[in-house]
């Protein structure tokens, strides 16, 4: 369920000097909360639209100062001495946190206004300036939170710091469009066209996303805007030739902009974060794509009249001189 809330923002972290997702020097905003589920996603810490207790076991310093502290006897420890959190008792009072000297234990997710988004902004304002670079919201997924990403994105372009949305398109058009109206860099994540596996990867079928994807080729066609379509190239999963011709048609047949399209190698970075929130990683055997397979790929969208680069930074067709 979108987040009502637009006079605060739920974050779980902010990155500066990005240089992934959008042109130059970027500070990226990971907004909390998301509606899929994809097997390989790497911000476990972004899935739940809610703040979380978190437990970074080799921070610990395993004093078990956390235990003696806790009311609801939430915590216990294992045969190693590492601290369990029982998620069913615990309420998230913090208490434990704040005993913690060596920050094993955290809360992911802090609330913030829109103005104090921007005091953090502010401070790279000169390498945004230099790099052609600006302000990334990404997640979660940023539409469950779209009022309030509305409201920040718009501060952002008013203060003349340029911006760059990630998003799964996983929403309704109505929360999607104000946000493209003051977006310079729009990144649509597309996971499989063919919606049954699409449920199957992600726990949502994708009518949603193909008709927003629809939507944003025709709305970019009246505002130019850079429109970048990431495909995650999970080995085994979505990575079959045949299934991409499919998606590079479907993407050669948009009646407005045709997006540039930027294949994402799987990688197995962030699983251990699925531990420190008490999750499981599904994907413990799946091995990144080779350059081979992934020039394979690139080829398909490029013999469809498409542009098409491999990584995150790889986006060929950036327009720079916005601001
Ligand atoms: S207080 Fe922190 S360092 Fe000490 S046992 Fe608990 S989690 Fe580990
Ligand atoms: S947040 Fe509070 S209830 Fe939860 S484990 Fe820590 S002390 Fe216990």
Redesign the pocket.
Known sequence: MPNAEINTGLVFDIVRYMIEDGPGIRTCVFFKGCPLRCKWCSNALGLEPWDEIA?INN?????????AVCSKHALSKDDQGH?QIDYTKCNKCGD?VQ????A??QVIGKKYSVDELMKIVDRDRVFYRREGGGVTVTGGEILMQAGFVYKFLKKCQESYISTAIETSAYGQWNMLEPILRVTDFIFIDLKHVDSKIHFDLTGVSNELILQNIQATSAFCLDNPTDFIIRIPVVTGLNDDLSELVKTAKFLQKLQGVKPEVNLLPYHPYGINKYCWVGKNYELQSVVPPSGEHLQNLSSLFIEKGLKCTVGGSEVSSFQLNKL
């Open positions: 437990y921070k610990c310093l395993k004093c078990h100062d956390c235990l601290v434990c005993v913690c000297e060596s094993a234990l």
